[in-house]
């Protein structure tokens, strides 16, 4: 009898297993993602190519500021879709979704920065209300009618961001103070809910909004802004403190923008993405996540206390790739490895890396 029942009880588990994979694969028919270089999947190279001929070469998968996966492909792999095409793409197949990121892009518009005389800013504009545009252009490959475009965006996901660190980064590089950056917050938060709420009103009822890392953690603003007082960092991270003071502020702005965009709007359900804090949890006990080369320390560079060299970064001449990349947070002294991201993946899916899990919101 015993050995039955076994076998029948297997059945029933893989049975849930198939069918829950079955849910989740069905759950959303398209995912469209906004952003910057922690999502771009391909059209920096596609758009910048001509007008930067020596830009760096990027390794397998195509066009990726990573050593492999970014937080984005995890999730479309989760819900069984490909890889999203860069919304650039001659192939124009967006029926399942379309990456409209670019690396460099911003939440404000290029005059923005012009007008407050700030120009380390990308040769082209490729800001989030161009995105936008950018989505308007791309529905004629999906839907035929407003109705029909409704009724697709509503079974779709969108991912809007990163945004902001470039925003505040390139005002930096422009001699800002942090206080003065601090006080572009509000403008950049209003920016990107403005986005989301244009998404709503095209249809979209799950909408993922990530904040912004923890900018005193990435290699590069630490050489950058290094500094010679021991104070400035935090002994448990070894993180500049004003820097990520001013990402924990915009965090804290997005997420009541966040909430009240619920509020106004409760037919659908905006979720906020962590990105800060995982990063900080792998920045304080790294050996926990098998990050053996701490997160400071990058894989592909050229030399440095983190091995971040401006003039040979990773992809350019001298820069030099370490042996085991999944075993560093850092992969290029600004963005993530494939390890780091598929950590975040998870828990924005299934907690505790976003404010609902998504797999929380699918089961409402």
Not at 168 to 190: A, C, E, H, L, N
Not at 222 to 249: A, E, M, V
Not at 350 to 363: D, H, Q, T
Request: net charge negative; with cysteine.
């Amino acid at each position: 009898m015993k050995t039955s029942i076994r076998p029948l009880v297997l059945f029933f588990v893989c049975l849930s297993y198939l069918t829950l994979s079955f849910a989740i694969s069905d759950y959303y028919n398209a995912i469209f993602s906004f952003g910057d270089s922690f999502s771009d999947t391909g059209n920096f190279v596609i758009m910048e190519s001509p007008v930067l001929p020596n830009i760096p070469k990027f390794p397998p998968p195509y066009a990726r500021c990573s050593n492999g996966r970014l937080v984005i492909d995890f999730m479309a792999e989760y819900f069984g879709m490909p890889l999203l095409p860069p919304s650039q793409s001659i192939s124009k197949n967006f029926t399942q979704g379309a990456n409209f990121a670019v690396i460099g892009a911003t939440a404000l518009p290029l005059e923005y920065f012009h007008k407050n005389q700030i120009y380390e800013i990308p040769p082209i504009n490729s800001s989030l209300p161009i995105q936008l545009d950018w989505f308007d252009d791309l529905k004629q490959y999906v839907c035929n009618s407003t109705q029909e475009c409704r009724d697709f965006f509503r079974r779709s996901l969108f991912i809007v961001g990163e945004f902001g660190g470039n925003d505040y980064s390139f005002t930096m590089k422009s001699g800002r103070t942090i206080d003065q950056v601090k006080g572009m917050v509000p403008t950049v938060v209003d920016a990107i809910m403005s986005a989301v709420e244009k998404l709503i009103n095209d249809g979209a009822r799950h909408v993922l909004v990530p904040g912004n890392l923890p900018s005193g953690c990435i290699p590069i603003m630490l050489t950058i802004y290094q500094s010679s007082n021991k104070d400035d960092y935090d002994p448990r991270t070894g993180c500049l403190k004003n820097l990520n003071s001013l990402s924990l502020y915009h965090n804290a702005v997005l997420r009541i923008a966040i909430e009240k965009m619920n509020k106004k709007y409760p037919e659908a359900r905006v979720i906020y993405g962590d990105y800060y804090g995982p990063v900080i949890q792998y920045a304080r006990t790294p050996e926990l996540f098998g990050f053996t080369n701490g997160a400071l320390m990058v894989c592909c560079g050229g030399g440095g206390p983190y091995n971040y060299n401006a003039s040979a970064s990773c992809g350019l001449p001298g820069a030099i790739q370490c042996t085991e990349p999944n075993s560093h947070v850092s992969w290029d002294g600004i963005h993530l490895t494939e390890a780091a991201y598929h950590y975040i993946a998870n828990g924005w899916m299934k907690g505790p890396y976003a404010y609902p899990p998504l797999i929380s919101v699918m089961e409402e």
